[in-house]
């Protein structure tokens, strides 16, 4: 069983920055790929970036490449996003997800979300 919890979010001007925080328990983080997806008003939720468990990979939505970085502290069971040049489309709930499987077809685990949200 893996718990997850986030944390970081905001509100914040467009082009600011913001990191996300996912804590994660349970002693098997560094086993699982870990990722974030999103979720704006009257969408479907999204995925987002993932990051394989040794952190050598990672992957990314076109829509945040070169934008947005995803990390991970295994020592610390939590994964980071990073996310820079922030624009009003990236407003949404970022939610965290883990499982066995990059870059996260079927997420088994979620947090409950964080609320991002970007003014023009």
């Known amino acids: 069983q893996v718990q997850l919890v986030e944390s970081g979010g905001g509100l914040v001007q467009a082009g600011g920055s913001l990191r996300l925080s996912c804590a994660a328990s349970?002693?098997?983080?560094?086993?699982?790929?870990m990722g974030w997806f999103r979720q704006a008003p009257g969408k479907e939720r999204e995925f987002v970036a993932c990051i394989v468990p040794s952190g050598v990979n990672t992957y990314y939505a076109n829509s945040v490449k070169g934008r947005f970085t995803i990390s991970r502290d295994n020592a610390k069971n939590t994964v980071y996003l990073q996310m820079n040049s922030l624009k009003p489309e990236d407003t949404a709930v970022y939610y965290c997800a883990a499982d066995t499987v990059a870059p996260l077809p079927y997420p088994h685990y979620w947090g409950q979300g964080t609320q991002v949200t970007v003014s023009s």
């Open positions: 349970g002693r098997t983080f560094s086993t699982y790929a």
